[in-house]
Structure formats: C-alpha cells, structure tokens
C-alpha cells in the first residue's frame, strides 16, 4: 500500500463550482497534513495545512481531515481557470524528525 | 520576505558528467531539504539538514549523490557520476524547523543525455 494516494485525475470542474481533492495516507501516526497546488513547470506552493480532525479555513480553500478513516481533502469554492494546476497532498508523523511524504497529485482542470 | 533561492535554472549534460546545484535557504529557517521530482510523481526526499547536520539521508543513493550544508545556511547537492534516469527537477525546500510547513524553491532541471 502507497503511504499517501492521490487519484491523478484529471479532475475536470466548470468554472465556478466546487473542486474536491481527496487523498488518504496509511501511517495512522501522521500528524501533519499539507497541501500544495503545482502549477505545470513550477514548484510547490504551499496552500494549507491542517493539524487536528474537522475543518479549517482559509479563503476559498477548505481542508478537511478525518483521522479515524487517515482521509484528507482539499475543497476550493467559486472553482476559477487560474486554480487549473495539480495539487499534492503531503503527510509526516510530527515526530522526531520523520520526513514529509507526498502523493503523485491530483491534475485540476477549471472549465471557463 | 526572499524566497528559497536555487541555481541553476536548468543544466544539460551527458551521462557520467558531474553536476552540481546550490540553494539558499530563507533567512532564519534553520531546516534544509533537497527533492528530487521526477515529471508525473510527487517530490521525494532526498536529504534534510538540521542546521548544518543531516538528519535524513535514508533515500539519497550515496554512491552517487552527496550534499552539504558546512555553515548552516547555503547547501550544495552534487551528482557524480550521473545517470539517465537522474532526470529530474531538483528541489530545494526550507522551514523554521523541523516539521514545520516548508518553502520550496524554483528547482532546477535537469536533463541527461
């Protein structure tokens, strides 16, 4: 089993509407949980980053985390062409110094 | 705030040539990484510095790979020999500290002939 998996995609949305990026981890002693959008040709810019079970916010971006079933999505609202990249969900135990480990990412695709 | 900076942009050369990247840090991020991103995967670590040591090297292939960080701030990855399947973009991360959200640089891209 893949420690963090991603659906590659590409995950097509219209413009406007809600893009839902899912990702689950295997190491049940993760504690952190990134995520990071890829535009093609460019390095990772991180988007969010969440610590405990439930929701946290940040504009458009929500992340959400689920550690009873090692679930972590990524929902961006009000979908724009300008959000068309690939996002990489990234996970590490928190602990000592275990290093981040990353899924191959989903490719999004804003239909205008 | 300046980001992480890394050099070159893009290198080319044969296989069984050396290469070397540099990086620098954001000011006061204590925390090091080097990736490799091979096109369609996520980055995989390749070595991380605390400072000036290494704290994890598990999946650098030392045969071949090695990187420094002697005064705790730039770091230096090298490739001797290297093969074709080192293409690759080579990423250059930082944090305040370990397992703290991190900063990636432009990368630089490398292509073997």
């Known amino acids: 089993q893949k420690e963090v998996e991603q659906n590659s995609g590409p995950l097509s949305v219209p413009e406007g509407a809600i893009a839902s990026l899912n990702c689950t981890y295997s190491?049940?002693?993760?504690?952190?949980f990134f995520w990071y959008r890829q535009y093609s040709g460019k390095s990772p810019e991180l988007i969010m980053f969440i610590y405990s079970n439930g929701d946290k916010e940040d504009g458009r971006f929500t992340a959400q985390l689920n550690k009873a079933s090692q679930y972590v999505s990524l929902l961006i609202r009000d979908s724009q062409p300008s959000d068309s990249a690939t996002y990489l969900c990234?996970?590490?135990?928190?602990?000592?110094?275990?290093?981040?480990?990353f899924g191959k990412g989903t490719r999004l695709s804003v239909i205008a | 705030e300046a980001g992480v900076a890394q050099s070159p942009r893009y290198k080319i050369i044969e296989k069984r040539q050396s290469v070397a990247f540099w990086c620098n840090p954001i000011s006061g991020h204590a925390t090091l990484y080097w990736y490799q991103q091979i096109l369609g995967q996520g980055p995989k670590l390749l070595i991380q510095f605390q400072n000036n040591g290494v704290v994890d090297d598990s999946q650098l292939p030392k045969d071949r790979f090695s990187a420094e960080r002697l005064k705790g701030v730039d770091s230096t990855l090298k490739i001797q020999p290297a093969k074709l399947e080192d293409s690759a973009v080579y990423l250059c991360?930082?944090?305040?500290?370990?397992?703290?959200?991190?900063?990636f640089g432009d990368g630089t891209r490398l292509s073997i002939l």
């Open positions: 990234a996970v590490n135990k928190n602990s000592g110094n275990t290093p981040l480990v």
């Open positions: 991360a930082s944090s305040p500290a370990t397992n703290q959200p991190q900063h």
């Open positions: 190491d049940r002693g993760s504690q952190s």
